[in-house]
T-cell receptor, first 115, second 114 residues
């Protein structure tokens, strides 16, 4: 089955600086890669996703890059703000299968924005 | 907010008991997936329901079972509870088809097994 590794487990950055979180996956059949943000006491919130037919996607301060050859993808947050503090999860799945294998998640990155 | 609602928010049970958790999917979504999130870990896929049938399953024993109803809401049942079942249980809804894995999560049910 799929295995997703996520680094770092904790990331502390100064407000206004950029943050980068990296993930690797093992199954070359995976073709859908979402990123979720989870705040304390809440469920994961989808913030951006990318499919394997593109290498980069951007939405305002958030961007995701994908390297299919190396099987890794990254989340980039620019101009970080205090409300970006949360736990971020990467995930991978194969959308092409007839059944459902669900999303395979990394272990999460606790992002701390220092004022 | 995603529109996915789960009940109850918190639950305390004793080892060996049975529990039922409930989920209402986002309007227009016909597929429901359940995940278990242990403290400090990422969510783990339990199973998915589509058209009232189990459509895929992760590495969980048969004592984890589910139902989906005609209105697309769903239940997760866990029999013979074990201490390791203590976790946040998340429900996610999606739309079948090419977007089936664009999943929107509820806030979860926190289960404590004593």
């Amino acid at each position: 089955g799929e295995n997703v590794e996520q680094h770092p487990s904790t990331l502390s950055v100064q407000e206004g600086d950029s943050a980068v979180i990296k993930c690797t996956y093992s199954d070359s059949a995976s073709n859908y890669f979402p990123w979720y943000k989870q705040e304390l006491g809440k469920g994961p919130q989808l913030i951006i996703d990318i499919r394997s037919n593109v290498g980069e996607k951007k939405d305002q301060r958030i961007a995701v890059t994908l390297n299919k050859t190396a099987k890794h993808f990254s989340l980039h947050i620019t101009e970080t703000q205090p409300e970006d503090s949360a736990v971020y999860f990467c995930a991978a799945s194969n959308e092409s299968g007839g059944g459902a294998d669900g999303l395979t998640f990394g272990k999460g990155t606790h992002l701390i924005i220092q004022p | 907010e995603t529109g996915v609602t789960q009940s109850p928010t918190h639950l305390i049970k004793t080892r060996g008991q049975q529990v039922t958790l409930r989920c209402s999917s986002q309007s227009g979504h016909n597929t429901v997936s359940w995940y278990q999130q242990a403290l400090g870990q990422g969510p783990q896929f339990i199973f998915q329901y589509y058209r009232e049938e189990e459509n895929g399953r992760g590495n969980f024993p048969p004592r984890f079972s589910g139902l989906q109803f005609p209105n697309y809401s769903s239940e997760l049942n866990v029999n013979a509870l074990e201490l390791d079942d203590s976790a946040l249980y998340l429900c996610a809804s999606s739309l079948a088809g090419l977007a089936k894995n664009i999943q929107y999560f509820g806030a979860g049910t926190r289960l404590s097994v004593l």
